[in-house]
């Protein structure tokens, strides 16, 4: 079982920045793709940004320039350090990772949720 443990959602206004953090845990013998997707009321759940074992990056065209992934194999984190947020920002962020867990099979873990809200 792998689990995934969010943080550093909160209020900012627009213009303001939030770094999130996701650690993974349990018996994980590799991880491929880490990524963090959201949700705004109303709207379907997006990918935002990710990042793979090779510290290659994708981001969503809303957020280039102004979010950036990175990753800490060793501590099993994702980070997303985000600036110049904008009310559209405003969403519950979640964690995904992938990977193999110990007994050699796949997974495909969610965080909980954090949630960013970017005041105008």
């Known amino acids: 079982q792998v689990q995934l443990v969010e943080s550093g959602g909160g209020l900012v206004q627009a213009g303001g920045s939030l770094r999130l953090s996701c650690a993974a845990s349990?018996?994980?013998?590799?991880?491929?793709?880490m990524g963090w997707y959201r949700q705004a009321p109303g709207k379907q759940r997006e990918l935002v940004a990710s990042?793979?074992?090779?510290?290659?990056?994708a981001y969503a065209d809303s957020v280039k320039g102004r979010f950036t992934i990175s990753r800490d194999n060793a501590k099993k984190t994702v980070y997303l350090q985000m600036n110049s947020l904008k009310p559209e920002d405003t969403a519950v962020y979640y964690c995904n990772t992938q990977g193999i867990q110990g007994t050699w099979r796949r997974f495909d873990s969610w965080g909980q949720g954090t949630q960013v809200i970017v005041s105008s």
């Open positions: 349990g018996s994980i013998l590799g991880i491929d793709v």
């Open positions: 990042v793979t074992s090779g510290r290659s990056t």
